[in-house]
């Protein structure tokens, strides 16, 4: 079995077993499991970071990323519904 060492802990469990695109989804879905079970209210999470910023702003700023990450995986996702 390969050593992995993807600098990911969550891909490197995977990695050995699974194919490239796989192990990137099993660590994002890892990455943001992690994310709610360790996340706060939304005025708590934007006054966690070392320059807390507004909650409108940190609002913006998560929806934004989170509309990026659903557009990506539809990309990732295309080609297996077609």
Known sequence: MPNANTGCYLADRVAHIETPTI???AAVIGHLQ???ANAGTPD???ARGPQPVSTD???DYVLGNATQ???LLDQITAPYEA
Do not use: D, N
Request: without cysteine.
């Open 44 to 46: 708590q999470e934007a």
């Open 57 to 59: 702003r940190h609002r």
């Open 34 to 36: 992690q994310i709610i």
């Open 23 to 25: 192990t990137a989804l």
């Open 69 to 71: 990450i659903r557009e």
